[in-house]
């Protein structure tokens, strides 16, 4: 079992930037694929990125592609969304997610993750 942390959210204008960190707890954390969903009030949970076990494949919903940035680093068991050129309709609580997998895919479904952090709230004014 491996437990998030998701951390780095806040108040920031549009077109400012944050860096929203997820630490996991658990010596396998290499066997994970990793992503972020949002979820603004009112909405569903939607996806925003992923990567896989290795950090060697990406995937971002198109809303932030060329905006936002997923990296993981396996020895300080982190991953981070680097989040640039914000929007307003950024704003949302933001969830780190971990997929146990022998995969080297990654996920970017709500369905196929295992496990899930608490949220860290990101809010965009304009």
Excluded: H
């Excluded at 996991?24 to 290499?30: K, Y």
């Excluded at 997929?99 to 304009?126: E, M, N």
């Amino acid at each position: 079992q491996v437990q998030l942390v998701e951390s780095g959210g806040g108040l920031v204008q549009a077109g400012g930037s944050l860096r929203l960190s997820c630490a996991a707890s658990g010596r396998t954390f290499s066997t994970y694929a990793m992503g972020w969903f949002r979820q603004a009030p009112g909405k569903e949970r939607e996806f925003v990125a992923a990567i896989n076990r290795s950090g060697s494949t990406t995937a971002y919903v198109p809303s932030v592609k060329g905006r936002f940035t997923i990296s993981r680093d396996n020895a300080k068991i982190t991953v981070y969304l680097q989040m640039n050129s914000l929007k307003p309709e950024d704003t949302a609580v933001y969830y780190c997610a971990a997929k146990l997998t022998v995969s080297p895919g990654l996920a970017t479904t709500y369905s196929a993750y295992d496990y899930w952090g608490q949220g860290t709230q990101v809010t965009v004014s304009s």
